[in-house]
């Protein structure tokens, strides 16, 4: 049976129970869950229509249809951002530039289409999660964009196990998009984390046409899909 893990991270940030299912999930899954207050996240891959249904029918709803790609970094070519613009890892003095950042660039996640989640509260996760780089206590790499003293962009990178990278989060400032800072960040990852026979994975939304296009682009290939359900149980 799938085990219902607890996540201690989010618990914090919503100020109530959360839990999270992976695998395929069964009616007898669901029957362990804690009948407290709590939010339940669930990820299925999108071929198991049968643990979908189970959800469906015990009140999840989906928040995020996911799709992921992957490269391997030797492949990358180095592409250079406009000669104003520095990419390079943070520092300690980017911290609050990053989390501002993330707090105000994404919209299409699962914390801001959950209508049970308030959009301003579903920000600050994001601002947190990035932030979490810089307590210690997510990711190995951050790498950002500057335009002069500014933050304009940056990318929180894991590595997985056999010396494999995820890249954990990417945003690019409202002002700054189709100017190259991603696929530079990008490149910047692929020749400066991990060694160049890292596999590069990163998940997105599949209704991001814009962020598909710019992981093809550079040569990422589509591995793998999933679907991600939330329900909110009152108690």
Known sequence: MTPVLTDAWLTCQLGKSCYK????????????????PCLVSAEVNT??????MVLRSNGFYLVSEMVV????AQ??????????????FATPGDAEMVKCLAERAFSADRFHI??????QLASKIKGEWAGNFFSGQRGQWMIVARLQDRVIGFIQVLMKANDFLVIDLIAVDNAFHGKGLAKAMICYMAHNCGSELSNINVG?????VTACNLYRSLGFR???SYNVFHKHILG
């Open 75 to 88: 492949s990358l070519s180095i592409i250079e951002p406009s000669s104003h613009v520095d990419i390079t």
């Open 21 to 36: 299912l992976a695998g395929s999930i069964s009616e007898s899954t669901l029957r362990s869950l804690p009948l407290e």
């Open 114 to 119: 959950d209508p049970g989640i308030d959009n």
């Open 204 to 208: 997105t939304q599949v209704c991001n």
């Open 222 to 224: 589509l591995v793998s």
């Open 69 to 72: 790609f992957e490269v391997l």
């Open 47 to 52: 071929s198991d229509l049968e643990s979908s």
